[in-house]
């Protein structure tokens, strides 16, 4: 079992910075891949970046990629997103999930965080 708490999120100016933490509890939270996931108002939860349980391999959507940085301290069990030059397409309820497998399909991961709002003004 694992239970995840997302927080960092906010209201932020476009080209502006955020960092998402994830806070995650159980002993086995290193052997889980985490992902990092949002849902923008009217659409679909899309895939933003994922790490593996070592951290030593990472995958970033197109949309992020460049601007959007994902780690993970398993010591603290948090895993983390910063996010750079922030655009307002931005915008989302931005989630942490965690899954035995590294995957950016998000029917793949099991334990879910309950989210937190990102707003990029213009």
């Known amino acids: 079992q694992v239970q995840l708490v997302e927080s960092g999120g906010g209201l932020v100016q476009a080209g502006g910075s955020l960092r998402l933490s994830c806070a995650g509890s159980?002993?086995?939270?290193?052997?889980?891949?985490m992902g990092w996931f949002r849902r923008a108002p009217g659409k679909e939860r899309e895939f933003v970046a994922a790490?593996?349980?070592?951290?030593?391999?990472?995958d970033y959507a197109d949309s992020v990629k460049g601007r959007f940085s994902i780690s993970r301290d398993n010591a603290k069990n948090t895993v983390y997103l910063s996010m750079n030059s922030l655009k307002p397409e931005d915008t989302a309820v931005y989630y942490c999930?965690?899954?035995?497998?590294?995957?950016?399909?998000?029917?793949?991961?099991?334990?879910w965080g309950q989210g937190t709002q990102v707003t990029v003004s213009s």
């Open positions: 159980g002993r086995t939270f290193s052997s889980y891949a």
């Open positions: 999930a965690a899954d035995r497998s590294y995957t950016r399909d998000v029917n793949e991961y099991y334990y």
């Open positions: 790490i593996s349980w070592s951290g030593s391999r990472t």
